[in-house]
C-alpha cells in the first residue's frame, strides 16, 4: 500500500520570502511522485513530478521539489514566494497503473 | 499542453433525479480516466478507474450502481448519479493519463447539489 503525510494544514509566508510546502511518502518500490495545485472550485492543476534521476526537480511558476530517498520526503519549494501562489497544494505517489494517492493537502498563504 | 475538460462545471438537481458528467481528454487519446470525489477542504478520494472498452474498477465501498462510468471513446469518460440525494452533492473531478510515464492531468471538476 502507498500512502502520503502533508504534516501541516496551512502555511503562512510573506511575500518575497521562500516557501516549503512538505510532504512525505511510504510506497514499495521506486516511487512516481507528484505536485499539485488547486485553486478555489477548480481541478487540479499539474505542477511538477519524480519520476527517476536528478533529486531536484523544476516545475511550473518557479516551484521545484527535491526528492529525498533517505528521509522518503519530498518536499515543495520556491525561492521568493507570490501573493498569487495562495492556493491549496496536493502531494501525489502514484503506482505505475497510473492510481495515485493524495495527500489531504497544504492550504499556503502568502500576505504582502 | 494536455488539457482535460468537464461538462457541465455546475450542477443542480432535484433528489431522485439522475446526472451525467461528461469528461473529455482535448487534446490526447486517454485510455484510462479516473473520477474522483472532493468534499470542502478536503483530499480527493477515489471512486473509480475508467478503462476504454472495459468495465470501470470501482474503490472499496463506492456503489458502482450508483454511480455509473461508461468509457465510451478513447476521449470521453462520464460518470452517470443515478437518483441522486443530498448527501452525493459534492465536487467531481476526472483526470486522464497521458505520457510515458504516465501523469494525470484533471479536469477542472463539476460542482453537483442536489436540493
Known amino acids: 500500500a502507498q500512502s502520503v503525510a502533508q504534516p501541516e494544514d496551512q502555511v503562512n509566508v510573506a511575500e518575497g520570502n521562500p516557501l516549503t510546502v512538505k510532504c512525505t511518502y511510504s510506497v514499495s518500490g521506486n516511487p512516481y511522485l507528484f505536485w499539485y495545485v488547486q485553486y478555489p472550485n477548480r481541478g487540479l492543476q499539474f505542477l511538477l513530478k519524480?519520476?527517476?534521476?536528478?533529486?531536484l526537480v523544476k516545475g511550473s511558476y518557479g516551484f521545484e521539489a527535491e526528492f529525498n530517498k533517505s528521509q522518503t520526503s519530498f518536499h515543495l519549494k520556491k525561492p521568493s514566494a507570490l501573493v498569487s501562489d495562495s492556493a491549496l497544494y496536493f502531494c501525489a505517489v502514484q503506482a505505475r497503473a497510473g492510481k495515485s494517492t493524495f495527500g489531504d493537502g497544504t492550504t499556503l498563504t502568502v500576505k504582502p | 499542453g494536455a488539457v482535460v475538460s468537464q461538462h457541465p462545471s455546475w450542477v443542480i438537481c432535484k433528489s431522485g433525479t439522475s446526472v451525467k458528467i461528461e469528461c473529455r481528454s482535448l487534446d490526447f487519446q486517454a485510455t484510462t480516466m479516473f473520477w474522483y470525489r472532493q468534499f470542502p477542504k478536503q483530499s480527493l478520494m477515489l471512486m473509480a478507474t475508467?478503462?476504454?472498452?472495459?468495465?470501470?474498477?470501482?474503490e472499496q465501498g463506492v456503489e458502482k450502481d450508483k454511480f455509473l462510468i461508461n468509457h465510451a471513446s478513447l476521449t470521453l469518460s462520464t460518470l452517470t448519479v443515478t437518483s441522486a440525494h443530498p448527501e452525493d452533492s459534492s465536487f467531481y473531478i476526472c483526470?486522464?493519463?497521458?505520457?510515458?510515464?504516465?501523469?494525470?492531468?484533471f479536469g477542472p471538476g463539476t460542482r453537483l447539489t442536489v436540493l
Open positions: 475508467s478503462n476504454e472498452g472495459s468495465k470501470a474498477t470501482y
Open positions: 483526470s486522464a493519463l497521458s505520457g510515458a510515464p504516465d501523469t494525470q492531468y
Open positions: 519524480y519520476i527517476t534521476g536528478d533529486n
